[in-house]
């Protein structure tokens, strides 16, 4: 196996950027578990609609929140340990995903997204994840699958 890439490291190479990436930060990553957070921004354009006077962080992107940290930032990772000369080929795909919602996010609120594996193998990663606000309060949960693909 290669040498392990830091959390700062595995965040500069996710392939999504403003204003469409939602980790903020990799606390914490190894070969098994991801924990990463973001703060939704209070200016965020999609709140205009998504209901006005009442804004509530729309669930498809709270999954793509989760997808970045537990699929995307994880998968980078353990691709990196098998051999960089072969993840520099691969992008690193949001596949699927079963998920249950049970809170809601609010703009400016920070959530905690922790992932962890539950399997890898033929460049596909399977996940479990978990989203919670700063509090502890559970906002959703599931599984998540991905892959690396060729660039």
């Known amino acids: ?10 965040l500069a190479r996710l392939p999504q ?7 903020d930060e990799i606390l914490e990553i190894d070969d098994d578990h ?18 006005p006077g009442n804004p509530v962080t729309p669930g498809v992107l709270l999954v793509e929140s989760m997808a970045q940290s537990a699929v ?5 990772y353990l691709l990196e340990r098998e051999g960089p000369e072969e993840a520099h ?8 995903v079963n998920v249950e919602f049970s809170g809601v996010v609010r703009p400016g ?9 539950l399997f890898f193998r033929r460049r596909k990663l399977r996940s479990e994840a978990e ?3 700063e509090d502890g309060t559970l906002v959703c949960s599931g599984t998540l699958s991905g892959m690396g693909v060729p660039r």
Do not use: C, N
């Not at 950027?17 to 980790?23: G, T």
């Not at 991801?34 to 209901?51: I, K, N, P, Q, T």
């Not at 995307?72 to 980078?76: C, E, K, M, P, S």
């Open 1 to 10: 196996m290669s040498a392990m890439l830091s959390p700062a490291e595995v």
């Open 17 to 23: 950027q403003e204003p469409f990436r939602f980790v």
């Open 34 to 51: 991801v924990l990463a957070s973001y703060r939704w921004r209070e200016d965020a354009d999609f709140y205009r609609g998504h209901f």
């Open 72 to 76: 995307v930032a994880l998968g980078l």
């Open 89 to 96: 080929k691969l992008v690193t795909l949001f596949t699927d």
């Open 109 to 117: 609120q920070r959530v905690l997204i922790h992932g962890r594996k």
């Open 131 to 133: 989203m919670r606000l």
